[in-house]
């Protein structure tokens, strides 16, 4: 496979993987999955949730690809890496900034990423399987943009260390 042919591969299962987590997301995790998905929008104390066993379905499938196709480094390979590449992504916005699973990047000056956090909030609004909107991570509504850019960006207090 040529470097072009990866590439293309790559970008176009990442680009798909959106409309997949998507459509999962509206269609499968709000509908008969629910029962693992409730513990996301619902408040509790633990540091994992049900939901989490999510991420083993597609890094399962992207690892089998990648296995499978990585002595011809063929599609499966490149299809292996376009859905890891998601994951990646959706693991840093969706669990660290949206979430702060983890507590290194909180807030963000960044309009497209404080319009994605909000149109996310919205989504968490119901704590029901039915009633949310805005599915997919990385798509964001207009509206959202168009209130990110009225809502003023967080500005970062740099403390001052006294001397002694």
């Known amino acids: 496979m ?18 997949v987590a998507w459509f999962m997301h509206r269609f499968v995790l709000h ?24 991420f ?5 499938l992207s690892m089998l690809l990648i296995h499978f196709g990585s002595d011809a480094k ?10 890891a590449s998601y994951g990646t992504l959706y693991f840093f916005v969706h669990d660290v900034l949206i979430h702060g699973r983890l507590r290194f990047w909180r807030k963000s000056r960044n309009t497209y990423l404080r319009a994605l956090n909000m149109a996310h909030k919205v989504h968490h609004r119901t704590t029901g399987r039915d009633g949310s909107e ?3 991570l990385l798509w964001v509504s207009p ?21 002694t």
Request: net charge positive; proline share 5%; charged share 20%.
């Open 2 to 19: 040529t470097l072009l042919a990866a590439v293309a591969v790559t970008t176009a299962t990442f680009l798909g993987m959106e409309f």
């Open 31 to 54: 509908g008969p999955l629910w029962f693992l998905h409730r513990s996301h929008h619902v408040r509790h104390p633990h540091r994992f949730e049900r939901n989490d066993f999510f």
């Open 56 to 60: 083993l379905f597609y890094g399962s």
């Open 74 to 83: 063929d599609y499966r390979f490149w299809m292996g890496i376009g859905i």
């Open 134 to 136: 805005e599915f997919g």
């Open 143 to 163: 509206k959202y943009f168009a209130l990110a850019l009225r809502k003023p960006a967080p500005t970062r207090v740099l403390s001052t260390r006294r001397a």
